[in-house]
């Protein structure tokens, strides 16, 4: 339904504003949503081989292990693991405020695409009952206009073949994650979420969508509150990481 839709409406959006990159702007030469340029530098941070259990890319020569890397906190989250396309940075990090603080369509279906394939090619949905999407508080979704998380996991649900759920909500509006230190953003979010309907997760295997993840702790808040009402098992999906440039920067310059 929501891909015909896209496709009925996408010549009008077409004649009033040309296809841009959703990353840099430009409405030149671009090609599935991103620039040339855009387009090899998003390879080459999607091609960076990460710790499939907290996300944080792997410098070179160490191999993605189970059970973590030097990166993973101390305590490991509630989430059993992590499923991204890059870190946070370069046209990645461009296209993902674009879709969050632009309110038009335009700029969402590159990096709804984006996410889908990457989950797609890393995780078989046969190991997964449910998608559900990091909620966004009503008083939040009112000002942004729409949960940009929702629509995430439409689309990896859609690439998968998997159901949608609505069970999880959140019933506090905390501060954003991103103005406060690490210290303080595990206490920021305790208790923001709920369950509703919770007997339907019961044994379910989840697979929660977010856009970013830095330290983890809303998605360990959430994974938390999702096991305590009986799921089995929770992975995390993001789009991007968000971690020093460190982390990444021997990487891409190994690769010129």
Not at 170 to 196: C, D, K, M, W
Request: hydrophobic letters at 45%; proline letters at 7%; aromatic letters at 6%.
């Amino acid at each position: 339904m929501i891909q015909a839709i896209r496709k009925a409406i996408n010549p009008f959006f077409q004649l009033l504003w040309p296809e841009s990159c959703a990353a840099c702007g430009t409405s030149q030469d671009v090609s599935e949503g991103f620039c040339p340029e855009c387009g090899k530098a998003l390879l080459s941070l999607a091609a960076l081989d990460y710790c499939t259990r907290c996300g944080a890319s792997l410098g070179p020569g160490l191999a993605a292990r189970t059970d973590g890397c030097p990166a993973c906190p101390s305590t490991m989250p509630r989430f059993a693991g992590v499923v991204r396309v890059g870190p946070y940075a370069g046209p990645l990090r461009l296209a993902v405020r674009a879709m969050k603080y632009r309110r038009w369509l335009a700029h969402s279906p590159p990096v709804l695409k984006l996410l889908g394939e990457a989950v797609a090619a890393r995780l078989n949905a046969a190991d997964f009952d449910v998608v559900l999407a990091m909620p966004m508080h009503w008083l939040r979704r009112i000002i942004r206009g729409r949960n940009h998380s929702a629509a995430l996991a439409e689309a990896v649900a859609d690439k998968l073949g998997l159901p949608i759920g609505y069970e999880l909500v959140r019933i506090r509006n905390t501060p954003p994650q991103v103005y406060l230190p690490a210290s303080r953003r595990e206490a920021n979010v305790r208790g923001a979420f709920a369950v509703t309907g919770g007997s339907s997760l019961r044994g379910a295997r989840v697979l929660l969508v977010d856009d970013v993840t830095t330290t983890g702790a809303t998605a360990n808040e959430a994974a938390r509150t999702l096991l305590s009402a009986g799921a089995s098992r929770v992975l995390l999906a993001v789009v991007a990481k968000a971690e020093p440039p460190t982390a990444y920067s021997e990487h891409l310059r190994a690769g010129t």
